[in-house]
């Protein structure tokens, strides 16, 4: 059973910073890529950012400049550093992974989700 576990939401201040970090466990065989997706209120979840195994990374366009992607492959996480946090961003961020489970098949798996507020 592989899980994704998200922590480091919060509400911050316009202008401030969070880190978000998504452990992933289990019986692991290996893991693709990893990455960020958020869901604000009314809205349909859209791409955050994502790494690839070997370091590779993709934003969108209304993050890039201000968050920062990164993973541990020791620790099997990832990590999102946002920084300049506007109102807009405020939203259910969740992880996401491409992973191999011991004796199974490559496939998607997601986090439970972690809130982050920015008051303006």
């Known amino acids: 059973q592989v899980q994704l576990v998200e922590s480091g939401g919060g509400l911050v201040q316009a202008g401030g910073s969070l880190r978000l970090s998504c452990a992933a466990s289990g019986t692991i065989f290996s893991i693709n890529a990893m990455g960020w997706y958020r869901q604000a209120p009314g809205k349909q979840r859209e791409f955050v950012a994502t790494?690839?195994?070997?370091?590779?990374?993709n934003y969108a366009d209304s993050v890039m400049g201000r968050f920062t992607i990164s993973r541990s492959n020791a620790k099997n996480t990832v990590y999102l550093q946002m920084n300049s946090l506007k109102p807009e961003d405020t939203a259910v961020y969740y992880c996401?992974?491409?992973?191999?489970?011991?004796?199974?098949?490559?496939?998607?798996?997601w986090g439970q989700g972690t809130q982050v507020t920015v008051s303006s």
């Open positions: 996401t992974g491409t992973i191999t489970p011991m004796g199974g098949s490559l496939r998607g798996y």
């Open positions: 790494i690839k195994n070997s370091g590779s990374a």
